[in-house]
Each structure stands twice: as structure tokens, then as C-alpha cells.
């Protein structure tokens, strides 16, 4: 094996997929593409990296709630822009063509767009990290869309999509929680 530098070795494991979460504040819907993202294991909490050097960060902040969408490989684009650009000066659902839908239980819009929409309160943020940790608490699934392949950043500009899906539930079946 060659060594590689160690500054590059978040590229290694950086391949969760890319999502968007969105934020309202006032009267202000804005979305942040984040590739920093966990899951807590087989509840429904997560965590995502960020700070204030996002714009959002404020949002999320004082409301303590944002919805996760979770957009698939033809939004490639879109995710790309609404990352490059800030939603202090740009709307971002209008630039990019993205819909944003009244949620049930919090003001941040879902993303008609997305094949998956998660209502969050934040639950936690950890400064020293720049971890904001989340508690889902509504869950929607697009049955309907045709592309339902994800993202996932390398972290230097290139992407992976997700492929074939294999299927070991019954080796696994005695570390699944029923009803998965």
C-alpha cells in the first residue's frame, strides 16, 4: 500500500449521501447541501457538521428545527449550486427550481423535489465539534419517483452514486430491530 496524506483521509470516509436541510426563519425558507452527516444508530436521530459559517446555521440555531430532504442523482446540480452559493443574497428554491411543501410539524419546508423528507428538532449541538444532532420526528418517502439512486461526496469535488443493492437480511436478520 502507499501512503497517502492524512489531510486527504476524510476522503475515505466521506460517503454518506448528500442531503439538504432547510431552514425557516421569519419569514425566510433557505436549504444547505451538507455531506457531513450520521446516523445514531436504529432510532431516528441524527447528526449532521455544521457552523456558522453557513447562513443557515443561525436559522437552525433559533428555531431548533430544519427538515433533512434527501435528493437523488438528477439533482446533482442543484446540490452542487445550492452549496455554492449563500442564501444570504439568493433564494435558493426559486435559483434552482426546487418546491418547497408545508410540513406538519415544523416551519422548514420539505423539497417536493427529494425522494425523502425527515421533520427534525434539534436535540443537541455540540460547538466544540460543530455537530448538530437531530430527533426526527416526521418521515415521507416518495414511492413515486423512478430515480432513487443517492449521492454521496468523496470530498474533492467527484461523487459517487449509489448502484446494485444487495440483499443479506437473513444473515443479518438476528441484528435487525423488527419491523426493518
Not at 421569519?26 to 455531506?35: A, H
Not at 439533482?75 to 452549496?83: H, K, P, Y
Not at 423535489?113 to 428538532?121: D, V
Request: net charge positive; charged share 20%; hydrophobic share 40%.
Amino acid at each position: 500500500m502507499k501512503q497517502m496524506n492524512i489531510s486527504k483521509a476524510f476522503t475515505l470516509m466521506e460517503s454518506g449521501p448528500v442531503v439538504f436541510v432547510t431552514t425557516h426563519e421569519g419569514e425566510k425558507n433557505n436549504i444547505m447541501t451538507i455531506s457531513w452527516t450520521m446516523v445514531m444508530g436504529f432510532t431516528p436521530i441524527f447528526a449532521i457538521t455544521t457552523g456558522p459559517w453557513n447562513y443557515s446555521y443561525a436559522a437552525l440555531s433559533n428555531t431548533r428545527e430544519c427538515v433533512i430532504s434527501i435528493p437523488t442523482v438528477d439533482l446533482i446540480d442543484q446540490v452542487v449550486g445550492v452549496g455554492t452559493c449563500s442564501g444570504a443574497d439568493t433564494d435558493k428554491f426559486v435559483k434552482f427550481g426546487l418546491t418547497p411543501v408545508t410540513g406538519k410539524h415544523v416551519r422548514s419546508p420539505l423539497i417536493k423535489e427529494c425522494l425523502a423528507n425527515i421533520e427534525c428538532k434539534v436535540i443537541d449541538i455540540i460547538e466544540k465539534h460543530n455537530i448538530v444532532v437531530l430527533e426526527g420526528i416526521a418521515a415521507y418517502f416518495d414511492s413515486s419517483r423512478k430515480e432513487t439512486r443517492t449521492i454521496h461526496a468523496v470530498g474533492d469535488g467527484t461523487f459517487i452514486v449509489d448502484g446494485r443493492k444487495l440483499n443479506r437480511r437473513k444473515m443479518m436478520a438476528s441484528k435487525l430491530p423488527e419491523g426493518v
